[in-house]
C-alpha cells in the first residue's frame, strides 16, 4: 500500500459520518414543526443566536481594582487558536453584551447599527472577527442548529430543489392569519425556554414567486404546497457567503448600492421574460447573504450617502429594497466600526443625522493596564513564532510600558506620576493610594485609552528589531526601545512635534524604570544564597524579639549576653524604607506574624513575608557587592575568583528570571557599568 493510500485511510478513519448527517439534515415541513415543538431554540432570532453564543461558552467573575466585573470566555478565542483573544476590555465587552441581551430580548437596540468606535489598532476588526468566527462555529453544534428551505424543482423528473435565496426562516411559510394559533400549538409550557416563539418577516420575493405558483396550482390548498418544500439544516460559513456578510466601502465613483441588495441578472431576462421576475434576480448582495446572522461594515462611516438609505432600513425597519422588488425581510446583526476622526466627521455633518439616531457607540480603547498589553504582544512573539532568536525577559515589557504610558493621561494629582499611574492601574499598591484612588484617576481621565500609541506600531518595530540583528540569538529591550524611537521620526499618525517630543520623553522615563528592574534582579540574584539569607534573616529575628521583648541576646561567639543590634535591624528596615518613627511597629508586626503561625503549627520562613525577604536581600546584596567587585566585568581582565561568582550568579539569573546565557551576561555587563558609574541608589527601587 503507498503512502499516499495510507494517509487517505488515515483520514478516512477519523471521519465523522454520524456528525456530517447531522449538520446536513433534510426533511419535510412537518417534520420540522415536530422539531420546533421539542426545540424552539431553532428559530431563534440572529440577535438571540449571537448572545446566546456568547453566553454558552460561560462567564466567570473577576475583581479589577476592587471593581468586580463579568469576564465573557468567548472573547478570549476558546475554540480556535488564541490569534483572536482579546485582552483588558473587560468594560467595553460588557457593554456589548448588554447591548445583545436587550436586542435578544427585543428592547429596542435590534433596530440599531451597533458601531464599535475607537482609535485605529484598538481590537475593532478583531472583535468583529471573533463574533463572526464565533456564529459560524455556534451554527455547527447542536445548540446553535438553524434550518431554512428549498422548493421542489419541476424540471426535468430528477429531484431538485431551488434554494430560497435568503435562506429564511421556514416558519415564514405560515400564512400571517393563522400564525398566532399556530404559534400557540407549538408552544409546550413544560418546555423551559428563555424566548417566546414569535413568526416575525414574510417571504423573500424569490420564495413568495414560488408560494404564489403553487397555491395557483393546487387551488389555494396551501398543506400541498408545503409538500413541495424540503427543510434542512443551514450552517453559516463566510466563505460560502452564507449568513455572514462583510462590506468595505471603495472609492465613491465604484459604489453601487446592488452590492448590498442584489443584480438583476440579465442573463435569466431572456428564459423568463422580465426584470421583476425574481427569478431572474441574484439575491446576492451583502444584506441579503447576511441573512440570519451577521453583516460586518469595516469603516462604515465612509459610506456614501446613498448608501445610508439601505443601513438605516435594513437596521431600524430590518428590511431591503432589491431592485425592482418590494421592500423584503432581513434578520442580520448589523455591526459597523469607525476611528475617531471619521466619528468626528459624523457629528458635524447633518446628513448623517438620521444615522446618528439609529447607531449604538461602543466604546473600543486602547488597552491601559501593562499586563494586558504585555499578552498582545506575547501572542505574536513567542517561542514558536520567533524561531532561532530569543527575546530577553523584559524585552515585551517596556515595549507595552511605553505603549500604555502614551494612552494615559497625566493625573491631576502632583504627588503622583505617570509612571506610578501605570503601576496604579497594573494592579501595585504604592504608599498613599488604595484602590478608591484608582477609580477617580479614571474617571477623572475620560479620553484615556482613546489617544495613544497603536500596538500595530509596536508589533512593527519589535518585527524590525528581530531582523535588523541578523547575528544576535538574543534581542534585547534596548534594541526595540531604539526601533521605537527611530521610528516616531516617520510615524504618520504623529502630526505635531510637541507629541513626538512626548513619547520620547516617555522613552526616556521606560528606560530608567528598566535599569531600576534589572539592578533589582542582579542585586537579588547576588544576595540569593540561600544559607546566608537564612542565617541573616535568624540574627534579625532574634534581635527584634529581644527588643520588643526587652531582653537581650546571646552572642554566639562569646557567649555573653549583648543589648539587641540597633545598627543591625535598623541597616535591614532602611532597605525598605521604614523610618526611624515606625521601626517600633514594623517589628512588632514581624513578631505578631511570626506569633499567629505559631498558633497554626507553621514555622516563620523569611520568603512568606515579601517585604522582610526584600529588605534581607538588599542588605546582603550591600554586604557581598564588594567581595564580588561587579565593576570588574567592564574590564577585559576577570581573575579566577571574581569569575566563578559572576557564574554563580549567572547561573541563579538563568534559573530564577528566565535569561540566556547571552541575554544575562548583557545584563550583568550593562549592570556593571551602571556601578561603574556609581550610580547605584541605596537600597535598590
Not at 452590492?259 to 448582495?285: Q, V
Amino acid at each position: 500500500m503507498s503512502a499516499g493510500s495510507d494517509l487517505i485511510s488515515l483520514i478516512a478513519r477519523r471521519q465523522n459520518l454520524d456528525d456530517y448527517k447531522q449538520k446536513h439534515w433534510t426533511g419535510s415541513f412537518a417534520e420540522y414543526l415536530d422539531l420546533v415543538k421539542r426545540d424552539p431554540k431553532v428559530t431563534r432570532t440572529a440577535y438571540q443566536r449571537l448572545y446566546d453564543m456568547i453566553l454558552s461558552k460561560g462567564t466567570e467573575e473577576i475583581v479589577v481594582n476592587k471593581e468586580k466585573l463579568l469576564q465573557y470566555k468567548f472573547f478570549e478565542d476558546p475554540d480556535a487558536n488564541g490569534e483572536d483573544a482579546i485582552f483588558g476590555l473587560e468594560r467595553t465587552l460588557i457593554s456589548l453584551v448588554n447591548i445583545l441581551k436587550s436586542a435578544a430580548h427585543g428592547y429596542g437596540t435590534e433596530r440599531r447599527v451597533l458601531l464599535l468606535h475607537g482609535p485605529v489598532g484598538s481590537s475593532k476588526s478583531t472583535l468583529a472577527r471573533l463574533i463572526k468566527k464565533g456564529i459560524e462555529r455556534y451554527s455547527k453544534i447542536e445548540e446553535g442548529r438553524l434550518f431554512t428551505y428549498g422548493w421542489k424543482d419541476d424540471g426535468d423528473g430528477a429531484e431538485e430543489y431551488l434554494e430560497c435565496p435568503m435562506h429564511e426562516e421556514p416558519l415564514h411559510l405560515i400564512p400571517p392569519e393563522h400564525r398566532a394559533e399556530i404559534v400557540s400549538l407549538l408552544t409546550d409550557e413544560e418546555i423551559p425556554r428563555v424566548y417566546d416563539l414569535k413568526i416575525e418577516g414574510d417571504l423573500c420575493p424569490f420564495c413568495r414567486q414560488m408560494f404564489n405558483e403553487r397555491m395557483e396550482r393546487y387551488n389555494g390548498d396551501w398543506s400541498r404546497v408545503v409538500q413541495d418544500v424540503r427543510v434542512r439544516r443551514l450552517i453559516l460559513s463566510e466563505q460560502d457567503r452564507i449568513g455572514i456578510g462583510t462590506f468595505q466601502p471603495k472609492d465613491e465613483k465604484n459604489q453601487d448600492a446592488t452590492e448590498l441588495t442584489g443584480d438583476i441578472n440579465y442573463r435569466k431576462i431572456a428564459e423568463y421574460g422580465t426584470e421583476s421576475d425574481p427569478r431572474a434576480f441574484n439575491f446576492d448582495g451583502e444584506f441579503n447573504i447576511a441573512n440570519r446572522g451577521v453583516i460586518e461594515f469595516i469603516e462604515v462611516l465612509k459610506l456614501d450617502v446613498a448608501f445610508l438609505y439601505d443601513l438605516l432600513g435594513a437596521s431600524q425597519e430590518h428590511k431591503i429594497k432589491p431592485k425592482k422588488f418590494a421592500q423584503t425581510d432581513i434578520d442580520e446583526v448589523i455591526i459597523g466600526h469607525t476611528n475617531e476622526p471619521e466619528y468626528k466627521r459624523l457629528q458635524s455633518n447633518e446628513f448623517m443625522e438620521a444615522l446618528r439616531d439609529r447607531t449604538v457607540k461602543i466604546d473600543v480603547p486602547y488597552v491601559t493596564r501593562l499586563q494586558d498589553e504585555i499578552q498582545i504582544y506575547q501572542k505574536d512573539y513567542n517561542e514558536r513564532k520567533v524561531r532561532g532568536k530569543r527575546l530577553a525577559p523584559h524585552t515585551l515589557e517596556v515595549a507595552a510600558m511605553w505603549a500604555v504610558l502614551t494612552r494615559l493621561e497625566e493625573p491631576k494629582n502632583a504627588g503622583l506620576t505617570l509612571m506610578q499611574k501605570l503601576k496604579l492601574y497594573n494592579g501595585k499598591t504604592l504608599p498613599g493610594f488604595t484602590e478608591d484612588n484608582i477609580k477617580e484617576l479614571r474617571e477623572e481621565s475620560e479620553r484615556e485609552g482613546m489617544l495613544g500609541i497603536s500596538p500595530r506600531y509596536v508589533q512593527d518595530k519589535i518585527s524590525n528589531a528581530l531582523v535588523a540583528h541578523p547575528t544576535e540569538r538574543s534581542i534585547n529591550p534596548f534594541m526595540v526601545l531604539n526601533e521605537l524611537e527611530t521610528g516616531l521620526k516617520h510615524h504618520s499618525l504623529i502630526n505635531s512635534d510637541e507629541t513626538r517630543k512626548h513619547y520620547r520623553h516617555l522613552l526616556s522615563l521606560v528606560k530608567e524604570e528598566y535599569e531600576d528592574i534589572v539592578k533589582n534582579e542582579v542585586q537579588r540574584a547576588i544576595a540569593a544564597d540561600e544559607d546566608a539569607l537564612t542565617r541573616l534573616c535568624g540574627n534579625y529575628i532574634d534581635n527584634v524579639k529581644a527588643y520588643t521583648q526587652r531582653e537581650k541576646v546571646k552572642n554566639k561567639y562569646t557567649g555573653q549576653t549583648e543589648e539587641p543590634d540597633e545598627r543591625l535591624m535598623r541597616s535591614i528596615e532602611e532597605k525598605i524604607d521604614i523610618p526611624e518613627s515606625r521601626k517600633d511597629d514594623f517589628r512588632r508586626e514581624i513578631m505578631n506574624y511570626i506569633g499567629a503561625l505559631a498558633l497554626d503549627g507553621k514555622k516563620f520562613d523569611y520568603r512568606t513575608n515579601e517585604r522582610l525577604q526584600k529588605a534581607l536581600e538588599l542588605k546582603l546584596f550591600q554586604d557581598q557587592k564588594d567581595t564580588i567587585k561587579l565593576t570588574t566585568l567592564v574590564s577585559s581582565v576577570v581573575d579566577k575568583d571574581t569569575q566563578e561568582k559572576i557564574d554563580i550568579v549567572k547561573a541563579r539569573l538563568i534559573r530564577n528570571y528566565g535569561y540566556d546565557e547571552d541575554s544575562a551576561t548583557d545584563v550583568l555587563n550593562y549592570v556593571a557599568s551602571i556601578f561603574a558609574r556609581g550610580d547605584v541608589k541605596r537600597g535598590g527601587h
